[in-house]
């Protein structure tokens, strides 16, 4: 089993919508959890963190559910611009390893 | 401000030469990631340092894979011989202290 999975998607929803995506996690004693974004051919990007009770960010929302070992994101009113791939990443505590889901694609359509 | 910064951008090769990627991390960082991002596995961490020294290399594939990091500005990642599967984008990343990583724009390589 990976240590972090994800859909790979594609999701496609058209302009407006609200879509979300999960992502689950093997080992209980992860500590820390982030959003990052890639775009086709880039590098990736930090979106946001995942704090325990849950965080926004202007039309983005992460949550993290401990219990279920999930995270997610979700990203209200999409904009043709939030077309990317969306990668989960996850770390234990007293290491630095990131470790990183596969991704999840989104195409926002017009 | 200058992220991390990578070369080659991109390289094409042929199996069985060697290959060595650069990287330069953000200044004053003090962690060093190599990872990899193939489609079938995803970004993969290859490598990190703390300080210059190699923390933790459990992610290097294979003893072709070696790399380094000489002083506090530099890094490379050597693939010697080099194979096809050895294709991938490799990323170089840099963090400070507990904060999360900052990727360069990566290294596309092609092994004929």
């Known amino acids: 089993r990976k240590e972090v999975e994800q859909d790979p998607g594609p999701f496609n929803v058209p302009e407006g919508a609200t879509v979300a995506f999960n992502c689950t996690y093997s080992?209980?004693?992860?500590?820390?959890f982030f959003w990052y974004r890639q775009d086709c051919r880039k590098e990736p990007k930090l979106l946001m963190s995942?704090?325990?009770s849950g965080n926004e960010d202007g039309r983005f929302t992460a949550q993290l559910n401990r219990a279920s070992q999930y995270i997610s994101l979700l990203i209200r009113d999409s904009k043709l611009s939030d077309s990317a791939t969306y990668l989960c990443?996850?770390?234990?505590?007293?290491?630095?390893?990131?470790?990183f889901g596969t991704g999840t694609r989104l195409k926002v359509l017009a | 401000d200058a992220g991390v910064i990578q070369s080659p951008r991109h390289e094409v090769t042929e199996m069985g030469q060697e290959v060595t990627l650069r990287c330069k991390p953000i200044?004053?960082?003090?962690?060093l990631f190599w990872y990899r991002q193939t489609m079938m596995r995803g970004l993969e961490l290859l490598i990190y340092?703390?300080?210059?020294?190699?923390?933790?290399d459990s992610g290097m594939p294979e003893d072709r894979f070696s790399a380094k990091m000489p002083n506090a500005s530099f890094s490379t990642l050597k693939i010697q011989p080099s194979e096809p599967r050895d294709s991938a984008v490799y990323f170089c990343?840099?963090?400070?202290?507990?904060?999360?990583?900052?990727f360069g724009p990566g290294t596309r390589l092609l092994v004929l």
């Open positions: 990343a840099s963090s400070s202290g507990l904060r999360i990583p900052y």
């Open positions: 080992n209980s004693a992860s500590q820390s």
């Open positions: 995942v704090y325990s």
């Open positions: 990443v996850v770390t234990t505590s007293g290491t630095y390893k990131y470790i």
């Open positions: 200044s004053g960082h003090d962690y």
């Open positions: 340092f703390n300080n210059n020294v190699p923390i933790d």
